[in-house]
């Protein structure tokens, strides 16, 4: 990649396949909110409708209730009962799910079926059988009126699961494709930062006129310091990549987080393991901690409020800035396969390096490797789980 043109081209790939990547995940985080938008005007209505099935309930008790006026609630039923049947209507078809719409349409089944009793009861109620009207009332009114509101509650539930699956696909995909557009754009900057670079070789002294000069062979220790170094750093992520590829034991695991916590000026490390189905996270191998201290360490659920939550929850990278005479900062990149996201690797370093885009680069990089190892620890796991839970 001597030639300018190629390196812009190549640059130009990069910032383009990045542009893709922050375009995609602009789209989809729109789709997520409107998604829930919807559940949430969805969850607001059937609500309201589960509350007038209450009244209707109410109403109709009060036909045959001591010092109340069946003239004054029967009108009351009436109109709420119209009201529930346009919120069924509607909320059928808001739904977003078959389940939602299935539990609807029974609900609006059992509406049908509680204004039928409900004439029945008045009916009974204008012929003078006042304890016929309050058998029908309170043993299948209010046992009819229930009936519905439950379906109207199965219908919201099936709702919230429904945007849950749609949230963790498009979730799925956002870590793809910024996986994607990390690979290619690491992959340039390496060839990039290890292209030859052209180098022009001029002469201390012009050739005496007439004469034609051999340009004498330089020194092997002057060729070998005209080569392009390789950055300390970089070097040390590629030999600690080439060994985390020929890892054996949890021995020799323990032994490249030893070094990637030099290399990360890190004073702990911690890998945590959960699945692509969001099992919770636990602390699987570390450096840096005692094993008093990892044994009293929870279990962390994927909704809670911490940055390896957030890692395993997003899929992306987590930075805690550290404060001045208090808690040091943090870094926690998330182990990312094919699936999605299986834990999470936590690094506590010194000297604000969280802030460092080099150390932030190398836990990317560790994470990726690390994810490589434990991809199908986590899906064993997870099949496992299933299989008890089953």
Known sequence: MRSPAVRVTVGLVAWIALGLAAFFLIRTQRDISRLAASVRAFDLHAR???DALAELRAGQQAYVAAGQGADFWMPKVTATTSAVRTW?????????SGPARASLMDAEAIVAEF??????????LKSGETLMAADVIFTEGGETAANAARHVEQARLADHQAFDAREAEIRAQQAAALGGAAGIAGLIILLLAFAPRQRAVTAAEGPVEGIVEPVPAAPRAAVLSLRPQTPPLLRTAAELCTDFGRVRDVSDLKDLLARAAQAMDASGLIVWLGSTRGADLQPIVSHGYSPQVIARMPAVPKASDNAAAA????GTMQIVLSRPGGL????????LVP???????SAEVRNNAEGSEAVQALA??????????????ASDSADQKAAVQG
């Open 364 to 377: 990317v990089i560790f994470a990726a490797q690390l994810a490589s190892i434990f991809a199908v620890a």
């Open 328 to 335: 040091p900062g943090a870094l926690v990149a998330p182990l």
């Open 311 to 314: 890692a395993y929850r997003n």
């Open 48 to 50: 309201e409708a589960a």
């Open 88 to 96: 069924m209507v509607e909320l059928r078809q808001a739904a977003a």
């Open 115 to 124: 204004d039928a009793l409900d004439k029945r009861a008045r009916d009974y």
């Open 339 to 345: 699936d999605g996201c299986v834990g999470a690797f």
